[in-house]
T-cell receptor, first 113, second 109 residues
Framework: SQTIHQWPATLVQPVGSPLSLECTVE??????LYWYRQAAGRGLQLLFY??????ISSEVPQNLSASRPQDRQFILSSKKLLLSDSGFYLCAWSVRGGKETQYFGPGTRLLVL | KNEVEQSPQNLTAQEGEFITINCSYSVGISALHWLQQHPGGGIVSLFM???GKKKHGRLIATINIQEKHSSLHITASHPRDSAVYIC???????????FGQGTRLTINP
């Protein structure tokens, strides 16, 4: 069966510090991968998605970046965090192509102080 | 105006009541998803619809493509159904999902 992992589960970081959140998927190959953010009291917002290694599409311009160094690994990064980066970050995967269900990871709660 | 609107934003009901959560959208879609987010934050996919109706246990989801509207129903509601229910649509020709703001459901015993 397929599983999706995210770490860390929670993170408290000072403004201006770097960020690296990791997401890995097991039990499937060539998945579509997604990073979402859910700010406090707001809906989910797609940040990045990837249809293959090294292929990243950005939905919202910001100080975050994403990379996909391996087929089942998706990394969300920042060089300098802003207060507004606080939120709940969710990684998801789906079978490539079509309109398939997306499966979400457990999420990382980030607080920038 | 958001492309996906849910109503109500908050809903409190007694155990056993029949629950309806509504979702309207303004874009062409290839599929509509209903998701459940528990207090810890984890999200579970409940349904994916492109037409008609689907049922899973006490949960029923319907969609009317012409009216651009979907409903999620919960029969014989239970306190463990308390969660945020999120409607999301896959825009035609796109990979991304567009999400509603969610409906916070609280079922009291």
């Amino acid at each position: 069966s397929q599983t999706i992992h995210q770490w860390p589960a929670t993170l408290v970081q000072p403004v201006g510090s770097p960020l690296s959140l990791e997401c890995t998927v097991e039990g499937t190959s060539n998945p579509n991968l997604y990073w979402y953010r859910q700010a406090a009291g707001r809906g989910l917002q797609l940040l990045f998605y990837s249809v293959g290694i090294g292929q990243i599409s950005s939905e919202v311009p910001q100080n975050l970046s994403a990379s996909r160094p391996q087929d089942r690994q998706f990394i969300l990064s920042s060089k300098k965090l802003l207060l507004s980066d606080s939120g709940f970050y969710l990684c998801a995967w789906s079978v490539r192509g079509g309109k398939e269900t997306q499966y979400f990871g457990p999420g990382t709660r980030l607080l920038v102080l | 105006k958001n492309e996906v609107e849910q109503s109500p934003q908050n809903l409190t009901a007694q155990e056993g009541e029949f629950i309806t959560i509504n979702c309207s959208y303004s874009v062409g879609i290839s599929a509509l998803h209903w998701l459940q987010q528990h207090p810890g934050g984890g999200i579970v996919s409940l349904f994916m619809l492109s037409s008609g109706k689907k049922k899973h246990g006490r949960l029923i989801a319907t969609i009317n493509i012409q009216e651009k509207h979907s409903s999620l129903h919960i029969t014989a509601s239970h306190p463990r159904d308390s969660a945020v229910y999120i409607c999301a649509v896959r825009v035609q020709g796109a990979q991304k999902l567009v999400f509603g703001q969610g409906t916070r459901l609280t079922i009291n015993p």
